[in-house]
């Protein structure tokens, strides 16, 4: 598959494809969403799913994979990966991509409109795509922070148990957690939410955190994981 990766950018894939802890079923989805002044949008997600018309490849030993749509616009594209002062994130190197005419209401904008310069540039991703990836190894670590905090009455974390519905990271790392109890009546209905709030804050990049704590739908077993019900014999 003509969609290439740089060192640089396989070692940031792979580094996040270990910190969230995603297996060998893991790919790198990449996609086009909509253009801008260099060329289009990108979309780029770390996923065990993959669809029957995926166009499939491999680069730098990570699974790349396209939607058939976006696969004729990202033909030839290589990727690579800066952090520098200018910005964070992943760069397209992309054949296809146009740079779309700066405005101008003098007579040079009708020559620019007529003739758009192809794009041998290289167009940094903004901070949607970049922290699409960043935010799920934060979110590993949010996960792996919310188990070692145990339910009172039930010798089994709260992640594991269920009790986390929601949780959803802010491009500027400020994090909101809906989770719940096993019941409304549990005496730790006032000093849960401020120690899942106090742990998550621990976590390193997290900048501030928000615990709402919510009823519907109702906790049942279900909601544990196996690991869980194996731990109490139920499974």
Not at 14 to 27: H, R, T, W, Y
Not at 44 to 64: A, F, K
Not at 92 to 98: D, G, I, Y
């Amino acid at each position: 598959m003509p969609i290439t990766l740089t060192e640089i950018a396989a070692a940031e894939i792979k580094k996040i494809l270990k910190d969230q802890g995603m297996g060998e079923k893991a790919v790198l989805r990449v996609g086009i969403k909509g253009r801008n002044a260099q060329g289009f949008n990108y979309l780029l997600d770390l996923t065990e799913v993959r669809h029957e018309d995926d166009v499939v490849g491999q680069s730098m030993e990570i699974t790349v994979v396209a939607d058939p749509m976006s696969f004729p616009s990202l033909d030839g594209t290589e990727i690579d990966f800066r952090d520098a002062p200018s910005g964070r994130g992943f760069v397209f190197k992309n054949p296809h991509a146009v740079k779309l005419p700066v405005n101008s209401s003098g007579p040079a904008a009708s020559t620019a409109a007529a003739a758009p310069s192809a794009a041998s540039a290289e167009a940094i991703t903004g901070t949607t795509i970049t922290d699409a990836l960043q935010n799920k190894a934060l979110e590993a670590s949010i996960v792996e922070k919310l188990r070692t905090i145990f339910d009172p009455e039930i010798p089994v974390n709260i992640y594991d148990l269920g009790l986390i519905y929601r949780i959803d990271i802010s491009a500027e790392k400020e994090v909101t957690v809906d989770m719940t109890l096993t019941a409304p009546g549990c005496p730790v209905a006032g000093s849960m939410p401020p120690a899942v709030q106090k742990a998550v804050e621990s976590v390193e990049d997290v900048k501030m955190a928000k615990v709402n704590l919510v009823w519907e739908p109702a906790w049942s077993k279900d909601r544990m994981s196996d690991a869980a019900l194996l731990q109490l014999g139920l499974l």
